[in-house]
């Protein structure tokens, strides 16, 4: 599943070589038609008591409230929502900066969005060896930490015009790697505090996540300026602001919490 994200570009680049911009959405189309019937056809109910009342509105609301209420919550919350706002701003800026700006081939630009899904990946690896020593906080004072120097690397690189693939491409990948860190803990923290409603808060953290992901995702594309400045500097601000909220809201409710 981890390599999907960075065979993607590759397929897509080679379906725009050989059959033109169409092609890709014919067959994101045709997996999404396929997905569909699938899930419906073989993914059955694992709710042995369904409860009649999960879907009352007045109920979801009622939980969403409390739980973003709950200091250690919404600090995981807003914490990976940053972190995942840079990838985002990557997600959306990157085709502008890499092809526009600096003259990548459609057909090679799957190869350089690739490195940063690898790092993603080798976060995860390192996130998971970690959990075997270390605690939530540790993890997640590593990852954000990393966040911040990754995003203020990319941007710094940006003001300065280094005008290369590569001052993109290799801080973004270490960016991901503390994606990687970040990205598993904060979920595991907001979901501690809910053990009895893990599925509310769950979505409640994706809807978080991809709304904020989306508005920066659009302010990336609304700025760009024909340069790499807007796309580094919205992730050099998302890693900062990850950071911070670990330090400011997350490590304190922890703390309040293990006393």
Known sequence: MALLPAIAPLAGGALLGAFGWRANFVVMTVFGVMATLLTAAKLSETLRHPDPQAANPTRILSNFIRMLQHPQYLGCALAGACAFCGLFAFISGSSFVLIGVFGVSEQNFGFYFGAPVIGYMIGTQIGGRMTRNYGITTILSVGTACLALAGALIAALAIIRVDHPIAVVAPMAFYMIAVGLVLPQTLAGALTPFPDRAGTASS?????????????GALVAHLHDG????????IGVMGG??????QFVVKPAFRKTAA
Not at 227 to 234: H, I, K, R
């Open 204 to 216: 409640l953290l994706g809807f978080i996540q991809m709304s904020l992901g989306a508005v920066v």
């Open 227 to 234: 340069t790499q400045v807007p796309m580094a500097a919205a």
């Open 241 to 246: 602001l990850s950071f911070l909220m670990f």
